[in-house]
């Protein structure tokens, strides 16, 4: 507290030489110059008390560590994959039947032998019956190449219906 008292008492040496200088040189402008200086001791004042309050009262400390903060999940990195597939799929034709429909067509056959028992190149026609037909056109083994390589994708209802069916399953 002394050292901030001392602070201080440095801080008014000027503003005082000043008043004094003022009073002198000036002593119309005496009254605005002390108003000036009240300010001052004021605003003096109250730093003080505000350092004496912060060192009375000093930050509270934690009674326990804090848990660390979770970090947030990341998505997968294969999610990013298929979400650009999926993108590609929809603006082109060549990027749904080398990139999407292979993928579709994988889980396909895997939803379909784990969970009905059904084989798609073994027995495509209880595969088709169990996806459908709009779904069966996307995934069969034997669909054919489009013929306009820079064709359109599939229409985004048209792939959700695919994926109702294949969620079906």
């Not at 009905?116 to 709009?134: C, H, M, N, Q």
Request: charged share 25%; net charge positive.
């Amino acid at each position: 507290m002394r050292r901030d008292l001392v602070g201080a008492a440095r801080f008014l040496v000027l503003p005082t030489v000043v008043l004094s200088g003022l009073a002198i040189s000036a002593p119309g402008r005496l009254e605005l110059g002390v108003r000036i200086y009240a300010l001052l001791l004021c605003t003096t004042g109250i730093a003080l008390l505000s350092l004496a309050l912060r060192r009375a009262y000093p930050t509270e400390t934690a009674l326990r560590e804090s848990a660390r903060p979770t970090p947030q999940p990341t998505p997968p990195h294969e999610l990013g994959r298929i979400e650009r597939e999926v993108a590609l799929g929809i603006a082109g034709s060549f990027d749904l039947h080398y990139r999407l429909a292979p993928r579709l067509r994988s889980l396909a056959a895997g939803l379909l032998s784990t969970r009905r028992k059904i084989s798609v190149t073994a027995d495509p026609g209880s595969a088709r019956v169990v996806l459908g037909d709009e779904a069966w056109g996307l995934v069969r083994p034997d669909r054919p190449r489009p013929q306009e390589r820079l064709g359109k994708g599939i229409p985004p209802e048209e792939l959700n219906r695919v994926v109702d069916a294949l969620e079906a399953i």
